[in-house]
Structures are given as structure tokens and as C-alpha cells.
């Protein structure tokens, strides 16, 4: 069975970091690309950044040069720094495997939520 749980979120001033972390289970993630999605109520999920299974990048054009998203093979884990972060950044954030429909956002893990505050 597939699990994802993320962890790291909080509340921090505009300006702030945050490291976000989301541990995985259940499936070959060394063969697997992985994303963050984040969702604000009534708005809908948004892919943030994903890495694949060999190092390469996307990132949002909304968090590009602010954040930094990262997997550790051995821990099964992937990684999201982000720095400079905004109050526009407040979400829940989620981890997941692949965009899924209707949203991918809830679908994996229940999310670790960001708060940022001007």
C-alpha cells in the first residue's frame, strides 16, 4: 500500500523558512517521480514542484528561485525547502506520486499546512 505522510509545516513570518518533508512507503521510490501539490480553500490543488526518479526539477513559476525540492533514496523521502517564503505561499501542502483527477491534493497524504504571515 501506498503512503506518503508529510511533516514541517508551521506558522512564520513573511520572509521565513521552512523545510518540508514527506516520507514514503509502499512502492519502488527510487524508480518514481514525486511532486508537491498545495491547496488553499476554494482554490483549486496546484502542482508546486516535482523531482524525478533521476534529479530532474520543475518548480512553479509562482516559487521558482524560493524553493528547493529535494529526495533522499535511503530515507525514501522527499524534501522541500523553502526560503523567503510569502503569505501568498499559505496552503496545506501535499506530497504525491503523480497528479491524480479530480486533484491529487488529499489524495496521498492528509498535508502539513503553511502558514505565512505579513
Known amino acids: 500500500e501506498v503512503q506518503v505522510v508529510e511533516s514541517g509545516g508551521g506558522s512564520v513570518q513573511a520572509g521565513g523558512s521552512l523545510r518540508l518533508s514527506c516520507r514514503t512507503s509502499?512502492?519502488?521510490?527510487?524508480?518514481?517521480?514525486m511532486d508537491w501539490y498545495r491547496q488553499v480553500p476554494g482554490i483549486e490543488c496546484e502542482l508546486v514542484s516535482s523531482?524525478?526518479?533521476?534529479?530532474?526539477?520543475y518548480y512553479a513559476d509562482s516559487v521558482r528561485g524560493r524553493i528547493t525540492i529535494s529526495q533522499e533514496y535511503a530515507e525514501k523521502t522527499v524534501y522541500l525547502q523553502m526560503n523567503n517564503l510569502k503569505p501568498e505561499d499559505t496552503a496545506l501542502y501535499y506530497c504525491g506520486q503523480g497528479w491524480v483527477a479530480p486533484s491529487p491534493c488529499g489524495y496521498w497524504g492528509q498535508g502539513t499546512q503553511v502558514t505565512v504571515s505579513s
Open positions: 523531482i524525478s526518479s533521476d534529479g530532474l526539477t
Open positions: 509502499g512502492f519502488t521510490f527510487d524508480d518514481s517521480d
